[in-house]
């Protein structure tokens, strides 16, 4: 969800083993992960202050995004930092946010076709898919992890359009407004996740929808039935 977030050449960006496996239906979903399903800012900040015991607030009065904008610190630095903390007890103790593992179960019998898009760095591959065997098994039909590093060709939102439109994603549901406003303007619909400092553009186009949790996500598959 982030700049820190590198992923595998394009070659390995695709997960395709029946590890996560559900009934095909026409209406393909695509799920971001940190802070849709799994938080991410305020257990890494808070990781932080017991370690370095800097004094990181969640939220951020000053709307800040990516991590190093917290640090001050150079994107590498801090990718050093996330790996130790991908690799914590913390982490992998992480729960899912609250109603993800209902709406994605209902969503699942509901026959959509669900897919992760992410923009994890490669090193978080092994704990995603713990992750997700673990809270949401045969779920994902498939876990994709964006070409996105410094120095891509492509910006974050423009990585994750392309990997959308390459599954043929019809709903986004994504907590950063540049990917769902990205998706939006191909006359789709994207469901921007949650009331974040950085998302709380109030201004939101057609075709972005505003989800502050997973049972408006709910409601919002409801009401399409």
Not at 130 to 141: K, V
């Amino acid at each position: 969800m982030n700049s820190l977030k590198r992923s595998l050449t394009k070659q390995k960006l695709g997960f395709t083993k029946p590890r996560y496996m559900a009934k095909s239906n026409n209406t393909i979903v695509a799920v971001d992960i940190d802070e849709v399903l799994q938080p991410l800012h305020a257990p890494f900040l808070a990781h932080q202050n017991n370690i370095y015991g800097t004094d990181f607030q969640y939220p951020d009065g000053e709307g800040r995004y990516y991590l190093e904008q917290f640090t001050g610190e150079s994107s590498e630095v801090v990718e050093e930092k996330l790996k130790t903390y991908v690799e914590s007890a913390e982490f992998k103790d992480l729960k899912p946010l609250p109603g993800a593992i209902q709406a994605i179960e209902w969503l699942k019998s509901q026959d959509y076709t669900l897919v992760v898009i992410t923009a994890r760095q490669h090193f978080f591959m092994e704990a995603t898919h713990n992750f997700l065997d673990s809270h949401f098994p045969r779920a994902f039909d498939n876990v994709r992890f964006i070409d996105h590093y410094v120095g891509a060709a492509l910006k974050p939102a423009d990585a994750k359009l392309e990997i959308c439109e390459e599954v043929g994603t019809e709903i986004l549901i994504d907590d950063n407004i540049d990917p769902a406003l990205a998706f939006a303007s191909t006359g789709k619909s994207a469901l921007l996740f949650g009331h974040y400092h950085w998302n709380k553009d109030e201004r939101l186009p057609d075709g972005v929808i505003r989800c502050a949790d997973w049972s408006a996500v709910k409601e919002y598959f409801e009401e399409r039935e």
